[in-house]
């Protein structure tokens, strides 16, 4: 991930609402959910969530798939993957203890996967 793509993402995720919406999101795994289900388990206004999603699918962090009526978002695990691996690229710097909390965290990730 290059510089530009990865302030996108972080612009778009430094917002409440839409940090919600995605960690929900992230948590409902690939299947994603329907616009109205994250609507109700966030209690956003349908114009407001529209606008967070768009934002989020902006910056390449949700993907959208028509069901029938529906619409499904899901998180983009393969660009949340890439803006963490920026985010670490150049951690410790020669001094894995600063980073050994996120290993653990990372570990875990694995797993449940």
């Known amino acids: ?9 972080l612009s778009a995720l430094a917002h409440e ?3 919600e919406v995605f960690r929900l999101l992230v948590r409902a795994g690939p299947e994603g959910l329907a616009a109205g289900e994250i609507a ?8 407001t969530l529209s606008s967070n999603l768009s934002i989020l699918a902006g910056a390449g962090l949700v993907s959208s798939r028509r069901e029938g009526r529906s619409i499904i978002y899901a998180a983009a695990f393969d660009q949340m993957r890439s803006l963490l691996a920026f985010l670490m690229e150049d951690c410790c710097g020669g001094n894995p ?12 990730a694995a797993a449940c996967c």
């Open 1 to 9: 991930m290059q510089a530009p793509s990865a302030v996108t993402a």
């Open 40 to 47: 109700r388990r966030t209690g956003a206004l349908p114009n």
């Open 97 to 108: 203890e600063i980073c050994a909390p996120l290993a653990v965290i990372a570990e875990r």
């Open 17 to 19: 609402g839409r940090l």
